[in-house]
């Protein structure tokens, strides 16, 4: 079964288009098949991305001066 689509209009680079239709004809794909899949791994990203986040929501947070200092306790700088 096929997911329902949408269609849209993107503007792309002149060149960044020519790859992506080289891409598509190389790989026998349409050029939305490839954007597609693009976009959701984009977003399964975010989603990956906001869970770590989530995570570390309570660990102590440090200014940069704070930071600076302790990597020169450490003798790292």
């Given at each position: 079964?096929?997911?329902?689509?949408?269609?849209?209009?993107?503007?792309?680079?002149?060149?960044l288009?020519?790859?992506?239709r080289?891409?598509a004809?190389?790989?026998?794909?349409?050029?939305?098949?490839?954007?597609?899949?693009a976009?959701?791994?984009?977003?399964?990203?975010?989603?990956?991305d906001?869970?770590?986040i989530?995570?570390?929501?309570?660990?102590?947070?440090?200014?940069?001066?704070?930071?600076?200092?302790?990597?020169?306790?450490?003798?790292?700088?």
């Open positions: 079964m096929q997911a329902e689509t949408t269609r849209a209009t993107i503007y792309l680079d002149k060149d288009h020519k790859a992506l080289l891409k004809a190389d790989a026998h794909r349409s050029i939305s098949e490839i954007v597609s899949d976009v959701r791994e984009s977003l399964r990203e975010d989603e990956e906001l869970a770590i989530a995570r570390r929501a309570n660990e102590k947070t440090i200014g940069y001066e704070e930071l600076l200092a302790m990597l020169k306790a450490d003798g790292k700088i």
